[in-house]
């Protein structure tokens, strides 16, 4: 009986983890986790934010979504419309550059180029000599810059929408902008139809 019951305390106790490999397995645990949270936290999408403070804001109600654009997207054209419309432009101009900032950047002020262009800033991506660094990181400047550009431009009512903005910005596709032509219509008209301002802060 003696030898039995020893046979079976050894055996239990070779079963039994030692303390040894229970800390080595929470430790390999817990730098597991430490790896997917860090591995999580490095490919979500950055947030994009303006870096510097913008000169107009938008006071109201927009509308939730136009098609695929919404919030600050929203947000942004109503600026450029705004831009466009307090320096006498027309409608179609209007128009064509709210059409220019959703091809050159999804209506969004980025604070980064690409590959051709690693200087473009903003929401019309002008690259550095267009002007100083903050006033292209400035939605209704940027927007300033763009159409004083635009103006200068004679004929252009002659020209496809998508031809004039390529006339301004130069972009190596001159039939690039064409796809956000209707997109810019809608976007301004639902603007139009919503109880909002454009209200300068400087």
Do not use: C, K
């Not at 039994?16 to 936290?41: I, K, M, T």
């Not at 490919?43 to 919030?71: D, N, T």
């Not at 091809?103 to 002007?131: H, I, M």
């Not at 219509?185 to 909002?196: K, Q, R, T």
């Amino acid at each position: 009986m003696s030898a039995g019951h020893g046979r079976r305390a050894r055996s239990v106790a070779e079963r039994a983890p030692r303390s040894r490999d229970v800390r080595g397995l929470v430790l390999g645990l817990a730098g597991l986790a430490a790896v997917v949270v860090l591995a999580s936290l490095a490919l979500r999408p950055p947030v994009e934010e303006p870096v510097v403070p913008q000169s107009a804001v938008v006071e109201g109600e927009l509308p939730r979504a136009v098609g695929e654009w919404r919030g600050e997207q929203l947000e942004n054209a109503a600026i450029v419309v705004q831009a466009g419309r307090d320096m006498g432009l027309s409608e179609r101009d209007v128009r064509i550059g709210v059409m220019t900032a959703m091809g050159e950047s999804s209506l969004r002020v980025l604070d980064r180029g690409d590959r051709a262009g690693p200087d473009s800033r903003g929401l019309f991506q002008q690259r550095d000599p267009w002007g100083p660094y903050e006033v292209r990181m400035d939605a209704y400047a940027s927007a300033v810059l763009f159409y004083r550009q635009l103006a200068e431009l004679e004929g252009r009512d002659g020209l496809a929408p998508t031809r004039v903005a390529h006339a301004v910005q130069i972009n190596r596709d001159p039939d690039h902008y064409a796809r956000w032509w209707d997109d810019a219509g809608e976007v301004v008209a639902a603007l139009d139809a919503a109880p909002h301002e454009v209200v300068r802060t400087s």
